[in-house]
């Protein structure tokens, strides 16, 4: 699908976009079709069919939500002149490691939420063990698909393994996870915050980047991998920021999930930390920084990557 975008004179980097600011690019809706019929099929192959556990493992990994993580890799890879049928299971894959993530954070030992993206979370409409077993699953399943990919070598693709299991382990979203869960109810400094969530949600958005530019087989250059990777921090911490903002301003019906669930819980968040209108000017300034790491892109066409950016400061859920 086919769109325009056009940038503002240099210095402000503001896009002007012919849209809804709070509405998806729109190639978005194209890109979740093809994401959601590869989801269909992976998860078809690696389980067994109409078991309980297969149909907790639908319920979480097909109940919708916005896929930002695989857009973002097919955007990437489309950036780099790679199709999206050679990216379309990388992008997938990291889709399944934030399914098993939400799957797991929603538990009553963790977050005990009761919706995630306007239905029951899946130990609601399952149970506690069915939920723990289906995350567990779907974790696996990320790298199950990624090592049965036939067109990348061996190599390339061990390290797109490593890439995304370090990001999404104890060094990574996990990590992130775990300085959240022990956050809860102290006064921490806006260093702590950031740091926390440059793991819990920014480590896979960075893996999303970077799967999908490698898989352009070529070697990248360093102002290549150092753009993206500045780019991805920018709109990882800016994803979570709006998350936070949207937590306060929001209302369950259009969130989805529980409004208020953070301040319920006492957890420090960048409202709470800069106010409302310190947030909101994070938010911008983070925005300002991802279009300044794309436009070092020289010669790759990063126009849906700066749309997404764009996006995720406006969205209304």
């Known amino acids: 699908m086919k769109y325009r975008l056009r940038l503002s004179p240099r210095k402000s980097n503001h896009i002007i976009v012919s849209m809804p600011l709070s509405a998806p690019p729109l190639f978005f809706e194209s890109f979740r079709t093809e994401i959601d019929d590869a989801l269909k099929t992976i998860i078809a192959t690696h389980t067994a069919q ?10 979480s990994a097909l109940s919708g939500g ?93 390290n797109m393994i490593k890439l995304l299991a370090k990001s999404s382990g104890a060094t990574g979203m996990v990590l992130g996870q775990a300085i959240d869960f022990d956050a809860v109810g102290k006064n921490i400094t806006l260093s702590i915050l950031e740091h926390m969530h440059r793991h819990k949600t920014g480590a896979l958005i960075e893996a999303s980047i970077l799967l999908g530019a490698h898989c352009h087989e070529s070697p990248l250059s360093e102002i290549e991998i150092s753009a993206l990777k500045q780019y991805a921090n920018a709109i990882g911490l800016a994803f979570q920021v709006q998350d936070d903002i949207l937590d306060v301003v929001s209302d369950t019906q259009t969130l989805g999930k529980m409004q208020g669930a953070d ?38 066409d990063s126009t849906a990557l700066a749309q997404i950016s764009q996006f995720i400061i406006n969205r209304s859920q």
Do not use: W
Request: glycine letters at 4%; aromatic letters at 4%.
């Open 66 to 158: 916005k896929r930002i993580r695989p857009i973002l890799t097919l955007s990437t890879a489309q950036c780099f002149g790679v199709p999206t049928e050679k990216a379309i299971i990388p992008a997938c894959s990291v889709e399944l490691i934030h399914a098993y993530s939400l799957i797991h954070d929603d538990l009553p030992a963790m977050d005990n939420d009761d919706l995630r993206r306007g239905l029951p979370t899946c130990h609601k409409q399952f149970d506690d063990a069915t939920a723990i077993l289906a995350g567990d699953a779907i974790q696996s399943m990320a790298f199950e698909a990624l090592a049965s990919i036939e067109h990348i070598s061996a190599d390339h693709k061990l």
């Open 50 to 59: 109409e078991s309980r556990l297969s149909k907790a493992i639908q319920y």
């Open 263 to 300: 301040a319920a819980l006492n957890k420090p968040t960048y409202p709470s930390l800069l106010g409302l209108d310190g947030a909101r000017k994070k938010l911008q300034s983070l925005h300002d920084t991802a279009l300044d790491a794309l436009s070092k892109l020289s010669g790759r």
